[in-house]
């Protein structure tokens, strides 16, 4: 059984870092893209950024360009996101999960398996 479990989630001020990480279980973690989404009180999850099987190919939500990293370590089964600078409106739960052929890599509806979240609140 499939199993994503995330850590790493806290408070922080404005301008702060944080790092994420995800661990996989109960499937073929190296044959699957990683994504990593958030989702905001009275908001519709969104794409934040996602990485390929092999780790070669990243992508990322306009909104943390440059401030975030996506990263993977395939013989641990851990997916990581740095997230610097952060902003208020980076608040939110963060879901990592797993997509074998997703349709598009920041589109929540292609993924396969999620996690539980980590919360993820940055006050000003």
């Known amino acids: 059984q499939a199993q994503l479990v995330e850590s790493g989630g806290g408070s922080v001020q404005a301008g702060g870092p944080l790092r994420l990480s995800c661990v996989g279980s109960?499937?073929?973690?190296?044959?699957?893209?990683m994504g990593w989404f958030r989702q905001a009180p009275g908001k519709e999850r969104e794409g934040v950024a996602g990485i390929s099987p092999g780790g070669s190919s990243t992508y990322y939500a306009d909104s943390v360009k440059g401030r975030f990293t996506i990263s993977r370590d395939n013989a641990k089964r851990t997916l990581y996101l740095q997230m610097n600078n952060l902003q208020p409106e980076d608040t939110a739960t963060y879901y990592c999960?797993?997509?074998?052929?997703?349709?598009?890599?920041?589109?929540?509806?292609?993924?396969?398996?999620w996690g539980q979240g980590t919360q993820v609140t940055v006050s000003s």
């Open positions: 999960a797993a997509a074998r052929t997703p349709a598009s890599v920041l589109l929540p509806g292609g993924y396969n398996y």
């Open positions: 109960g499937y073929s973690y190296n044959m699957y893209f």
